[in-house]
């Protein structure tokens, strides 16, 4: 999968989907930080899309409950309740009614 994503890449990197499955074979493979990296660049080129910041929260999340230093630990929560409430305010401002980045919040701050 990685070879692939890695073509895929050096083919078009002004895709979406692109950054978005090379995302998802980083998260697979336990790499957050690269994972979040790369929805950011998804993010940036289709910024409406909210998936992209639900998953980019996760992965926030997941660092965060891996975290050994309380500060870094408390940061990296933050950024992802960020994205969790970015995913929300574009949904109230799309008209969209999805309860998943108020889940996510939720899921957030039990983890906590």
Not at 73 to 87: G, M, V
């Amino acid at each position: 999968a990685k070879q692939s994503i890695d073509q895929a890449l050096l083919l078009d990197p002004t895709l979406m989907d692109v950054h978005r499955v090379n995302a998802a074979v980083l998260e697979a493979g336990s790499d957050y930080a690269l994972a979040i990296e790369a929805y950011d660049r998804a993010i940036a080129i289709t910024p409406n899309l909210t998936f992209l910041y639900q998953r980019a929260g996760a992965n926030y999340r997941r660092l965060a409950f891996d975290s050994l230093n309380d500060d870094v630990k408390n940061q990296l929560y933050e950024k992802s309740l960020e994205r969790f409430d970015r995913a929300a305010r574009i949904n109230a401002q799309l008209g969209v009614q999805d309860p998943a980045p108020y889940l996510s919040i939720a899921k957030t701050y039990s983890q906590m």
